[in-house]
């Protein structure tokens, strides 16, 4: 069974940057599309990216297009999310997910880790 652990949240402030690796074990990587996806404290999850089986395609939300970039490298099975110019806003609980189809819904994605929490403050 695929397995899927989050690792480089931490409090940072405004303006900062941090970049979430999600390392990937059971099946390769390569076999999935995967995703990010944050929840804020009271909020519904959120799709933040998305990229495709070989690192070709990939999809952000408005909110984070031009300041989050989605990557893989399926020969270390591990995804990442390099943030960029964090805002208060994107407090949240980060979670990838890998799955057999790629998109910008949640529900595609079967698989989930357990989330690593970036905190940014003003």
């Known amino acids: 069974q695929v397995q899927l652990v989050e690792s480089g949240g931490g409090l940072v402030q405004a303006g900062d940057s941090l970049r979430l690796s999600c390392a990937v074990s059971?099946?390769?990587?390569?076999?999935?599309?995967a995703a990010w996806v944050r929840q804020a404290p009271g909020k519904e999850r959120e799709f933040v990216a998305a990229?495709?089986?070989?690192?070709?395609?990939?999809d952000y939300s408005d909110s984070t297009k031009g300041r989050f970039t989605v990557s893989r490298d399926n020969a270390k099975n591990i995804l990442y999310l390099q943030n960029n110019s964090l805002k208060p806003e994107d407090t949240a609980v980060y979670y990838c997910?890998?799955?057999?189809?790629?998109?910008?819904?949640?529900?595609?994605?079967?698989?989930w880790g357990r989330g690593t929490q970036v905190t940014v403050s003003s």
């Open positions: 997910a890998a799955g057999n189809k790629y998109g910008d819904q949640s529900a595609l994605y079967d698989h």
């Open positions: 059971g099946r390769p990587l390569s076999d999935y599309a």
């Open positions: 990229i495709g089986w070989d690192g070709s395609a990939t």
